[in-house]
């Protein structure tokens, strides 16, 4: 008897203590909160927050992207994923909020005909595309005796690539005040893969397709096309190289790697200066083993995946040349950062022209081109069509401005939609060669500039702003960076190397309208023949 009574005096010790736990853990902390809520006068602009503070882990886990930056909301009180800083002291945020930003875009849009794509057209075309790759993959499986019980993909006219496709239109790739854009990003960053194949450039190397396209295909640089869940793709490209390597002296521009990194970061840049002529990109840590093998349908990618002797999963390029396993990108073990470009609508839907351009680069180890010889070649260039009366000329000279703010040498070409006709913005694809050496500048990317000495107001309303304190190109960029889930994107000297040339650009100017006045220097509309002769202007570096 003794003993029973001890162990239902135990018994009751216990349950007393979980009792006094479960009060202490559970219940009066819920009452706390709800005396705060009470004591808190109507309106308090903390209680919308209380449950999504820094250093609230389990907010900050529930959702890795509900914090990604809606830059069509800034000023508005959107906190960027970064975390720390309030409305105030976001000069992203007061960028955005700018009245240089929120200026209607000129001419302003007439109606369905400024649009990219008619929507019923692109809808019904995305539906076949959608209906045959179901058939496809359901003869594949069967070929393959394999069994799933996926349904057959459906296309949802809200899915963001659809919504991006649709927005596009004759001023730039997405308007500012578009969604779309952010909740894109957020798709590409978490939405799994379906499939994985070569990019078209890889398949005109081995002669899988008729690619007339392909400007200059390479089998060095890798890249694949992904095939996300929701029927969206992306290019894919892997790192190959670490933040704080630059490149060698020693490297010709046509051999150097392509970094993912700039990918992502020279779209962050063209949102900043309002371009808006770079596809969304975005940073993602991808499962090579689950997301591009075994989704994989292509077998000479798959052939060419291996495993290392550190036991990394890796795989390389097929091609003609220079396809060696020391070329090979590897996981760690199976995760692999790269950029992740969000493709643009079909050709077939939306033709674009590929043009050389006038300031393209000699592709070999001797020679030079004649822009490189002649510091009077612009006005060579403005008697041709269509440079002689369009925007073009303007186009090409801000596409400079942002290569040169990037670094990159690679523009041989750019492409435009065909609808928009000769004035319609040219798209600032393929930057990952950019962003390679923070400590030297290349002046001679800036030779649009310089020798036509042509800007548009706005682009220099822009970039003038940005070399302002309180919205200091580098502190923007650094901000804006932070949103992406590979952060830190870019080095500290290369956002340094972003203000100084910044300053180059603004000098150049500043020497052009000194030798031919303001009028004849900056545009308000096209590059028509009051355009200066061209001079070189005395560039600072």
Excluded at 434 to 455: A, K, T, V
Aim: with cysteine; net charge negative; aromatic share 8%.
């Amino acid at each position: 008897m003794p003993g029973l009574r001890r162990d239902r005096l135990l018994t009751l010790l216990l349950l007393g203590a979980l009792l006094s736990a479960d009060l202490y853990f559970h219940l009066w902390p819920q009452v706390q909160r709800q005396l705060r809520s009470r004591d808190r006068p109507p309106g308090c602009p903390c209680a919308g927050r209380a449950s999504s503070q820094p250093g609230d882990p389990a907010a900050a886990s529930s959702d890795p992207g509900a914090g990604a930056h809606n830059f069509s909301q800034a000023g508005r009180g959107a906190e960027p994923e970064g975390g720390g800083r309030g409305v105030s002291d976001s000069k992203l945020q007061a960028l955005f909020a700018h009245p240089l930003y929120n200026v209607p875009d000129e001419p302003p849009l007439q109606g369905p005909e400024d649009a990219l794509l008619a929507s019923q057209e692109a809808l019904r075309y995305y539906r076949r595309k959608v209906a045959r790759w179901n058939r496809r993959h359901k003869m594949y499986k069967e070929q393959m005796n394999l069994t799933s019980l996926d349904p057959p993909l459906q296309l949802r006219l809200e899915a963001s690539w659809v919504q991006f496709h649709l927005g596009i239109n004759s001023h730039g790739l997405y308007s500012p005040s578009s969604p779309a854009v952010s909740k894109l990003l957020h798709d590409m960053r978490h939405f799994p893969t379906i499939s994985a194949d070569y990019s078209q450039d890889e398949k005109a190397l081995l002669g899988a397709c008729d690619c007339t396209q392909i400007v200059k295909p390479s089998g060095v640089h890798l890249k694949l096309v992904l095939r996300f869940s929701d029927f969206g793709k992306a290019m894919f490209k892997p790192m190959r190289q670490q933040r704080d390597e630059e490149t060698p002296e020693d490297f010709f521009y046509f051999i150097d790697f392509q970094r993912h990194n700039a990918e992502i970061a020279a779209f962050h840049l063209d949102r900043i200066l309002d371009f808006r002529r770079v596809p969304p990109t975005v940073g993602r840590l991808v499962n090579v083993t689950k997301e591009i093998l075994e989704v994989t349908k292509n077998e000479i990618l798959q052939s060419v995946f291996f495993v290392s002797p550190a036991s990394n999963v890796c795989f390389f390029a097929k091609c003609p040349y220079m396809c060696k396993t020391e070329y090979a990108v590897c996981g760690n073990p199976h995760l692999l950062e790269g950029s992740l470009s969000a493709f643009l609508p079909s050709l077939n839907l939306a033709p674009r022209l590929s043009v050389p351009n006038p300031w393209i680069r000699s592709y070999s180890l001797e020679g030079k081109e004649e822009w490189e010889l002649n510091p009077r070649y612009c006005d060579t260039v403005k008697q041709i069509y269509p440079y002689n009366s369009s925007n073009r000329l303007l186009n090409i000279i801000d596409m400079a401005i942002f290569d040169f703010l990037i670094g990159n040498m690679d523009r041989h070409h750019y492409e435009m939609f065909t609808k928009f006709g000769d004035d319609g913005f040219l798209i600032h694809l393929d930057n990952a060669r950019g962003f390679g050496r923070h400590s030297h500048d290349e002046l001679s990317i800036l030779s649009p500039l310089s020798q036509c000495c042509m800007i548009k107001r706005k682009t220099l309303e822009h970039l003038q702003l940005l070399a302002q304190a309180d919205y200091r190109l580098s502190d923007v960029m650094r901000e804006s960076l932070l949103e992406d889930q590979l952060a830190p994107i870019l080095t500290e000297p290369h956002l340094l190397a972003l203000d100084r040339r910044l300053q180059t650009i603004l000098k150049t100017v500043e020497a052009c309208v000194e030798a031919h006045g303001e009028q004849n220097v900056i545009a308000d509309g096209t590059a028509e023949q009051s355009a200066p002769d061209s001079g070189q202007a005395n560039l600072t570096s």
